[in-house]
């Protein structure tokens, strides 16, 4: 009689809608119990009662103290995504401070406590995947904080993949292009960005959330077993050029 093997947690922070939203669908299909955090929301509860048994949604802020807490009280974790992440275009010489620590606090202090906490939780075989862009590999207009988060983040899935491959586990980044999410909507609303974000893509459009969840879903497995401190770019060329 074969034996089953046991089922494997992940924990997706920003679950609830665009990227977050599909990523945990991947992974529940995938078999994978998912534990997705997000604030309280009617789009948590009704991808908790989407999912069912396979899904535990914890309604809470990524950057407070609650969600560190209920991480490291709980039971062990095989698989993180640090997908939470904002962006506030603004020109260089007009960033405000506001918006400076708004997305220094989100989209690196965050994740990089999440990920410390998580790691505590983590034994060999483990997979963190931190949300990056294509913006952490370029420069971009009016983009200069969040492309300096994600180049934080970049060199932060490097240096945690040295760190901590000796205890078996692995750290990687996906680095999608544009995909229309509730985040982007509101840019690519604009006929001129639009443009800009087609022209700059070879392939000549924009990348779906289910091909970004597929990257996720591929690092996470046993598949990418010696990929480590790598950025899986989804970006339909943007960056070759």
């Known amino acids: 009689m074969a034996v089953r093997a046991p089922v494997r947690r992940a924990l997706v922070t920003g679950a609830s809608k665009g990227l977050g939203r599909s990523i945990c669908r991947a992974l529940a299909n995938d078999g ?4 997705g955090v997000a604030r309280s929301s009617p789009e948590l509860d009704r991808l ?23 991480i490291e009280s709980g039971g062990a974790l095989d698989i993180l995504v640090n997908n939470a992440g904002a962006n506030v275009p603004q020109p260089f010489t007009e960033v405000t401070d506001q918006a400076l620590d708004h997305l220094l606090s989100l989209n690196v202090r965050a994740a990089f406590r999440i990920a410390r906490s998580v790691s505590r939780r983590m034994g060999p075989g483990g997979s963190v995947i931190h949300m990056s862009s294509q913006m952490g590999h370029v420069g971009s207009p009016n983009r200069t904080v969040y492309c300096m988060t994600k180049h934080a983040i970049e060199g932060l899935s490097k240096a945690m993949a040295v760190e901590l491959a000796p205890r078996g586990i692995r ?6 292009t544009f995909v229309r999410t509730p985040m982007t909507e509101a840019m690519l609303v ?10 700059m893509i070879p392939v000549g459009r924009l990348a779906t959330a289910d091909e970004v969840a597929a990257a996720v879903l591929y690092l996470a497995s046993p598949a990418a077993a010696m990929v480590t401190g790598h950025s899986l770019v989804i970006d339909g060329g943007w960056t070759a050029q």
């Open 190 to 199: 604009d006929p001129a960005f639009a443009e800009f974000v087609r022209r």
């Open 48 to 70: 908790a009662s989407e999912l069912g048994d396979l899904f535990e949604a914890w309604p809470l802020d990524v950057t407070g103290e609650e969600v560190l807490a209920r």
């Open 32 to 35: 994978i119990q998912v534990v």
């Open 171 to 176: 750290v990687n980044c996906v680095a999608p």
